[in-house]
């Protein structure tokens, strides 16, 4: 059987995708992508910010957890999160990009001002 040479990476809720070679991390398709994944770090495992969803049945499609990443995600990884920038992805994947967080409390914020009779 031929190895295979690309896998597809899907990134949600904007379903970015990319075809990326098995072994490259989740960040680095991510920039590929143009998925808004964060970091500060630089992908050393150090800020946390490159964090994605990982839904169980895709669990599989990536590397296991390094110790650094168990380390810093501690009971999120149990939950199904992932450091994009220690993943590497091993065949097709789909994985979902949180919100960003200053984003999420700026649309809460229009959403209660939308709603309020005041406005
Ligand atoms: S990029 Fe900073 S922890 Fe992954």
């Known amino acids: 059987m031929a190895e295979r040479r690309y896998c597809k990476v899907t990134f949600g809720p904007e379903a970015a995708t990319v075809d990326v070679r098995p072994g490259t991390t989740l960040l680095e398709a991510a920039r590929r992508a143009h ?3 964060r970091t500060r770090c630089g992908g050393v495992a ?4 490159c964090k994605v969803a990982v839904p169980p049945e895709q669990a599989a499609a990536l590397s296991a957890p390094t ?3 168990r380390l810093k995600l501690g009971p999120l990884l149990e939950a199904g999160m992932r450091l994009s920038c220690q993943a590497r992805i091993l065949s097709d994947v789909h994985v979902e990009v ?3 967080p200053l984003k999420a409390a700026v649309r809460k914020q229009l959403e209660r001002q939308q709603s309020d009779e005041l406005w």
Request: proline share 23%; hydrophobic share 40%.
């Open 67 to 69: 110790p650094a990443e």
């Open 46 to 49: 150090g800020c946390l910010m």
């Open 35 to 37: 998925a808004p994944v």
């Open 98 to 100: 949180p919100e960003d």
